[in-house]
Nanobody
Framework: QVQLVESGGGLVQAGGSLRLSCAAS????????MGWYRQAPGKQRELVAA???????DYADSVKGRFTISRDNAKNTVYLQMNSLKPEDTFVYYC??????????????WGKGTLVTVSS
């Protein structure tokens, strides 16, 4: 059983910063890509940022230059540093990991989500 547990969401004023963390635990052989997605009610989940095991990153255009993704492979943890937050960054943020939970397969796992609210 694999779990992804997020932390760090909350309420912040526009222009402020938050740091999200997500720790993966359980039956994990290796982790490929880790990332963050966000979703508004009734809308599709969208990629915010992703990072491979080798450290290559990808960002949504709307967050480039403001958000930074990083990971600690020894701790199976991914971080999202969010700076210069805007009200339009208000979403539920979900952690994602593509990982090998057995020698036979890689699977996608999701956290339960953490709410980020940016007030104007």
């Amino acid at each position: 059983q694999v779990q992804l547990v997020e932390s760090g969401g909350g309420l912040v004023q526009a222009g402020g910063s938050l740091r999200l963390s997500c720790a993966a635990s359980g039956s994990i052989l290796s982790i490929n890509t880790m990332g963050w997605y966000r979703q508004a009610p009734g809308k599709q989940r969208e990629l915010v940022a992703a990072i491979t095991s080798g450290g290559s990153t990808d960002y949504a255009d709307s967050v480039k230059g403001r958000f930074t993704i990083s990971r600690d492979n020894a701790k199976n943890t991914v971080y999202l540093q969010m700076n210069s937050l805007k009200p339009e960054d208000t979403f539920v943020y979900y952690c994602h990991a593509n990982l090998k939970d057995s020698v036979y397969r890689s699977m996608n796992y999701w956290g339960k989500g953490t709410l980020v609210t940016v007030s104007s």
